[in-house]
């Protein structure tokens, strides 16, 4: 069964310091999703993509965050420079273009900034 | 925009009782409602699913219903077991939203 892929799994960086996320979708998915999910909280969306472009990036801290999608298939999250509060799972999803949107999540990155 | 709200935040159950997780949307336009099962350090799962012109969907022994009128849809898990322990979320979206809202979570735990 195809899943997301997403690296590194585990990332300590401190802060001040850049970090970056990638993700694989489900082969085929048209639509990428990037969350982030503190620690007893539901997924928060910080971006979504359709094939290469930007449809929703309105909760994304665009003064440190950024996110790229250039060929339309793998993804990259950035963070810079990396804050205290940034603690957080970072997970990835995918999605097809049905007319209901199923989302199928990637394992996260849990990111601790010290 | 989108606003669910999720209860219990915590529910604990005897081992062969059911259990029962709530949650209320705000936007009536919404007609997609999942369910995601997350355990410990793992990804989130998406175990059922409902949409809007049903009122009710059955897999094995877990089941959602869905009140479109008050707005509300919930999980339903019969004779639980100790492998259902997991955090469980809610979600909604409106049909070309493409854009979940989640819940804030509802932490099971299966007592033996």
């Known amino acids: 069964e195809a899943e997301v892929a997403q690296s590194p799994r585990y990332k300590i960086t401190e802060k001040s310091q850049a970090v970056a996320f990638w993700c694989d979708p489900i082969s085929g998915h048209a639509t990428l999703y990037w969350y982030r999910q503190i620690l007893g909280q539901g997924p928060e969306l910080l971006v979504q993509f359709q094939d290469e472009s930007v449809v929703d990036d309105s909760q994304l801290p665009k003064d440190r965050f950024s996110a790229e999608r250039l060929k339309g298939v793998d993804s990259t999250l950035k963070i810079q420079p990396a804050e205290l509060g940034d603690s957080a799972m970072y997970l990835c999803a995918s999605g097809g273009s049905g007319v209901f949107y199923e989302q199928y999540f990637g394992p996260g990155t849990r990111l601790t900034v010290t | 925009g989108e606003n669910v709200e999720q209860h219990p935040s915590t529910l604990s159950v005897q081992e062969g009782d059911s259990a029962v997780i709530k949650c209320t949307y705000s936007d009536s336009a919404s007609n997609y409602f999942p369910w995601y099962k997350q355990e410990l350090g793992k990804r989130p799962q998406l175990i059922i699913d409902?949409?809007?012109?049903?009122g009710e969907k059955k897999d094995q022994r877990i089941a959602v219903t869905l009140n479109k009128t008050a707005k509300h849809f919930s999980l339903h898990i019969t004779e639980t077991q100790p492998e259902d322990s997991a955090v469980y979320f809610c979600a909604a979206t409106i049909q070309g939203a493409q854009k979940l809202v989640f819940g804030q979570g509802t932490r099971l735990t299966i007592n033996p």
């Open positions: 409902i949409r809007s012109n049903v």
